[in-house]
């Protein structure tokens, strides 16, 4: 059994649908990026999995069957979802962002312990722990967004397209960091993205979406060298 | 200059009233974008249980505490069941469900206590062990009283890890549940924090306006204009809001030409007056959307 299995999801807009079944697994440790044009539906697959969104068809998470549960419970199962637009609660200070991350956690040693090694990624985030957090760059946002989503010791963290809206030198730090997030807790990412030819560097798997269909999937290195593929759905 | 002391000094009194008031409306604004019209009402409401208890023998103190905490879970129950379920209607919906309230906690008084016009006795001593020409002891004692517990409400949302889940909640709903804040529970929570402060509220104003179905009336709406005042997205600014109402309508009635005909009058005034030329209060914040 797969760490994440989603068979045949579908998802709905009131009564417009975007997924038309999408299928794929993750595993455990495991990077996997959903790549895809505007509108293909990969916002959506992540807010399907976190039961934002209307769904039909299967998600499995370590087990676990996830339809019928509130988003607040798929939290407390350890998915920690960096949202689209980051999420940040603006009128709060960078540190109470970071311990509402913790929400659900209990033992405070333990969260003092991961707020300092979140600083410890993000030494930005360090330096303006009272500053409120409407005030940070887009970067600084970023990576509020993603310290915010580390601080609930997650088992599978969504990530939707980090790299929006900043400079590429932003965007090349903060992967960075995802990739020694990987190599040091050991975290599973489910990856959207639009700027492919990054997401592919730093995940293991891929999915490619087409109006709200799985239409390729494979190991990233396989789809980073397929020419066509890389012409007609990546644009790079 | 006695008497200017003693009139601000019984308005910072009667304006703490407003501030719990104002307080109250304002938590809910900020969670759900709307005026609880029926807050007055329901502070009525919980003051006629106060009332109810002390009739039946309790001491004034535990009488107030006991509907304090009564009122919390009215608050609770009264977001569960009827304002969950228009939580997606339009606003016009809403807005009616909030005036029903209002109409049914008056009338539903009315039907179990009477409309007769009861005394209630104030949680203060009348000697406090020392005498002064320019405050009465309920006075003082409303606010010292209202001070602390709004203190206590201010401290309960910067420090504890609920407060800040609950400001969560209401800021930005969909991350507060991405981190795990069941949000919906947090608004009930947020009702029945509003009632119990507006239970304080209707129960340190009965002493001075005297019990009877309609006693908040005049206190809501001076309590709107507090909370106007002093910016609805601001909850410090609306308690502050509400004790400068409370001063300027004492001197309106003393030094305006037949201004104690028209105290009411000015709470409407300052009410039409910073909508139209300060929407967003003294110390709110201008929301800019993008369209």
Redesign the interface.
């Given at each position: 059994m797969a760490f994440l299995e989603v068979r045949g999801l579908e998802a709905y807009y009131r009564q417009t649908q975007a997924l038309f079944g999408v299928d794929f697994v993750l595993d455990e440790g495991s990077i996997t990026a959903v790549l895809g044009a505007n509108g293909a539906g990969k916002t959506t697959t992540l807010r399907a999995i976190c039961r934002m969104v209307r769904t039909e068809g299967e998600v499995v998470f370590d087990g676990q069957d996830l339809s019928g549960l509130s988003t607040e419970r798929v939290v407390g199962l350890g998915i920690a979802h960096v949202p689209e637009g980051r999420g940040t609660f603006v009128r709060q200070s960078v540190e109470e962002n970071l311990q509402l991350g913790a929400y659900t956690r209990k033992n405070k040693a333990d969260i003092a312990a991961d707020m300092e090694s979140v600083y410890g990624y993000f030494p930005r985030l360090g330096e303006r722990r009272r500053q409120q957090a409407g005030t940070l760059s887009g970067g600084e946002q970023q990576m509020l967004a993603i310290g915010r989503a580390l601080m609930l010791r997650p088992k599978l963290m969504l990530l939707d397209e980090p790299s929006f809206g900043l400079a590429p030198l932003i965007v090349q730090e903060i992967y960075e960091i995802m990739a020694r997030i990987r190599e040091r807790e050991g975290t599973s990412m489910l990856l959207v993205e639009q700027n492919a030819s990054i997401a592919l560097e730093l995940a293991d798997h891929a999915y490619l979406l087409e109006t709200g269909r799985g239409v390729r999937g494979g190991e990233s290195s396989l789809l980073r060298d397929d020419e066509d593929i890389r012409r007609s759905y990546l644009g790079y | 200059m006695d008497l200017f002391l003693q009139l601000t000094l019984a308005g910072l009194a009667i304006g703490s009233i407003y501030s719990c008031v104002a307080l109250a409306v304002v938590m809910i604004y900020q969670a759900t974008d709307h005026f609880n019209f029926a807050q007055g009402e329901m502070a009525m409401f919980s003051t006629y249980v106060a009332w109810t208890l002390i009739g039946l023998g309790a001491p004034v103190w535990l009488a107030f505490l006991l509907a304090v905490g009564i009122s919390f879970l009215a608050g609770v129950i009264i977001e569960r069941v009827i304002v969950k379920p228009v939580e997606n209607a339009p606003v016009l919906n809403q807005i009616i469900v909030f005036i029903g309230l209002l109409v049914i906690f008056n009338a539903v008084a009315g039907w179990i206590w009477e409309f007769t016009i009861k005394p209630f006795p104030s949680l203060f001593p009348e000697d406090l062990g020392f005498k002064s020409e320019l405050i009465g002891p309920h006075h003082l004692g409303v606010i010292a009283l209202t001070l602390g517990v709004l203190a206590l409400v201010f401290a309960f949302f910067r420090f504890t890890?609920v407060g800040?889940?609950m400001?969560?909640a209401a800021?930005?709903p969909?991350?507060?549940?991405?981190?795990?804040?069941?949000v919906g529970w947090m608004l009930a929570l947020g009702w029945g924090l509003a009632a119990s402060i507006g239970a304080v509220g209707g129960i340190l104003v009965a002493p001075i306006v005297f019990l009877e179905p309609n006693m908040m009336a005049g206190v809501l709406l001076y309590g709107f204009a507090g909370a106007l005042l002093g910016g609805v997205s601001s909850p410090g600014g609306a308690v502050l809001g509400g004790l400068v109402v409370g001063v300027l309508e004492n001197w309106v009635g003393q030094y305006v030409p037949g201004g104690s005909e028209l105290k009411l009058t000015f709470a409407l005034i300052l009410i039409v007056g910073v909508l139209v030329f300060k929407p967003a209060g003294l110390f709110g914040r201008v929301v800019v959307r993008r369209v």
């Open positions: - | 890890r800040l889940a400001r969560a800021a930005n969909d991350s507060a549940r991405l981190v795990g804040v069941s």
